[in-house]
């Protein structure tokens, strides 16, 4: 198994963690191995997620832009309404094949403890659900859903009460249960295996986007663009474009209130090496090596660290890494509506952003394919309240 | 070669026909005047070792005690380094007294290896724990402390095969053998696990280190029973409460 990126990633967890973890590390390697596991995979995205998800071309929104071809891949059609459920499904059926009977899961946005709640009812297994309370307030309609999807929700207040915290607050209950719980990491982040696990089941986005690219278009897309915070589904898009070089990787950082105010959540543009929830990677932190809050419009791009692959990808140049501001992703987010009628998430919206400042300057004959990871359903009250509050300023790289 | 501290206490407390007493307390709770009161405290009252807790922003091993204590103490504005300068106020206060530098991984790692190891070392340190630096992560801190004579305290868990306890006392001296009593976090518990006394056992039989249990022990008499088994205990959170209410920090009969 792959427990390094360059010098990124490792197990950086308490010693009680080691045994769960190298359990988890076999009974991956097995279920790797098995056809069935990976049939049984399929069939559910097939069938109950409904995939496979289709491409999208901006036609309105591009011919505004005047330029490239800017398409979808419309992971907001998923049931649940985003990328996460591919890997909650995978992960969910490592979990029953490991015998545990309780799921757990931290959740941002809110998408991936839908997610998780949704495998839960549809395998049968209690499961539990840390929230930040910033989180729980700023996306009701997602904790409504858990909750009618038979989850228990619990409002982490401390620290920032964000997605950092509802981490922490898995982590003490996987460590405290770990005999009979299996923790469902929604991001591409937290100790080996989790982000080559994650990578794995989300790849499935990426293959698909390749394939559905070559047969419409007859060429593979000039760019690929994907919005990090943990960096889940930027992965699984750039997992079908790691080998073809001439396809650029870039993943979209949530900047906040800009760069310059310290309100943002750009771990790749600004942070330093560090280790937070098991992993080395890129972090916001003080002088000091605490851990600094974040800020973004979006809260599933909220957190202070990403995923070491994203580091590494960085390290080499295979990717490159750019910061939209919440101001930017907001005017994304109604161009889409406007000109496509598809209601993006907002965390979608920042790679929606980068590909709309892209696409003048490219020509005609380019093609930028954006994961729109999401649907924006989930953020109409955060999005009513943001424009309520007047102008906000701030650009990306001030 | 510097003083040997930690193996010193166990040896020493050995003599005395006791377990040695590993006292746990968040530096800067509720102020570094207060931390060190404390310290004071708790080496009067017979221990061998002080943990020295550096308070840390995203503390997801500790229960609400040692959290709650971190907070205030990071509101002060305590820092590793400041920590790091209380522990050589204590070392000149204390000579004879194993101080332990109980972190998470982060804050070493910002600061770098090379200078943390430097710093605590001439701070008068004797070894080093870190909570999510596992036998597989260990090695880069290891080799910058073994240079500045200081010791590693690795932890043990409840699923921890014994071949893995012996891999990871491997090379190492001047330490112990921390063994986590329960699955889970920090903090005080009524009961301790039916089988601790067969596992300190089978895990003392295979250690060339001293062992020292803790996590839950909050009364002398769970201390007691422990160090039936085991060649010492630690107290945390049972002190770090009693500081958080204003008391001399000590456990309960």
Partial sequence: ?398 | MSRQRITEAFARAGAEGRGAFVAYLTVGHPTLEGSMAAVDDVIASGADIVELGVPFSDPFADGGTIRGAAYEALKQGVTLKSVLAFAGRVRARHPDTGLVVFSYYNPIVSMGLETFAEVAGNAGIDAVLVVDLPLEERGELLGHLARRGMGFIPLVAPNTPLARVSASEEGLANSFLYIVTVKGITGARSELPGDLSSRLDAIRSVSHLPIAAGFGISTKRQAAEVCRHADGFVAGSALVKCVAEGRKPCLAP
């Fill in chain 1, 1 to 398: 198994m792959k427990t390094h990126y360059g010098i990124y990633g490792g197990q950086y967890v308490a010693e009680t963690l080691m045994a769960p973890l190298k359990e988890l590390e076999a009974a991956y390697a097995e279920a790797r191995r098995d056809r069935g596991f990976a049939e049984e995979f399929e069939g559910i995205l097939r069938d109950y997620v409904g995939r496979e998800s289709p491409i999208t071309e901006a036609k309105r929104l591009s011919a505004h832009l005047g330029g490239a071809r800017i398409l979808l891949k419309r992971e907001d059609l998923n049931h649940t309404g985003a990328h996460k459920v591919n890997n909650t499904v995978g992960q969910a059926l490592l979990a029953r094949r490991m015998g545990k009977r309780r799921l757990i899961a931290e959740t941002g946005a809110g998408m991936h403890g839908v997610a998780t709640a949704t495998v839960a009812a549809l395998f049968g297994m209690p499961c539990e659900i840390y929230m930040g309370a910033i989180d729980v307030e700023r996306q009701a309609p997602n904790v409504q859903r858990m909750q009618m999807l038979g989850a228990t929700v619990h409002a982490v207040s401390e620290g920032s009460a964000t997605l950092k915290d509802a981490m922490n607050e898995a982590l003490r209950d996987w460590v405290s249960n770990c005999d009979d719980t299996f923790y469902v990491i929604g991001t591409v982040a937290g100790p080996a295996p989790y982000p080559e696990i994650v990578r794995d089941f989300q790849s499935v986005i990426g293959r698909e986007a390749r394939r559905q690219c070559l047969e419409r278009y007859g060429r593979l897309p000039d760019e690929a663009i994907a919005c990090v915070g943990g960096g889940s589904n930027a992965i699984g898009l750039f997992a079908g474009f790691i080998d073809d070089p001439e396809v650029r990787l870039v993943g979209v950082e949530a900047g906040g209130r800009g760069l310059a105010t310290g309100e943002h959540a750009a771990s790749i543009n600004v942070g330093r090496i560090g280790v937070l929830h098991g992993a080395k990677t890129m972090l916001l932190q003080t002088d000091d090596g605490n851990i600094l809050d974040t800020y973004s419009v979006s809260a599933g791009l909220d957190y202070p660290g990403v995923g070491p692959e994203h580091c590494h990808l960085h390290d080499i140049g295979r990717a490159e890494y750019t910061v939209i501001t919440d101001d930017e992703a907001v005017a994304a987010f109604d161009a889409l509506c406007r000109f496509e009628g598809i209601i993006p998430a907002l965390e979608s919206s920042h790679a929606l952003a980068e590909a709309m400042k892209r696409a003048p300057s490219l020509g005609g004959d380019g093609l930028i394919l954006v994961n729109l990871s999401g649907r924006g359903d989930k953020d109409m009250e955060n999005i009513m309240r943001y424009k309520a509050s007047g102008p906000h300023g701030g650009n990306a790289g001030i």
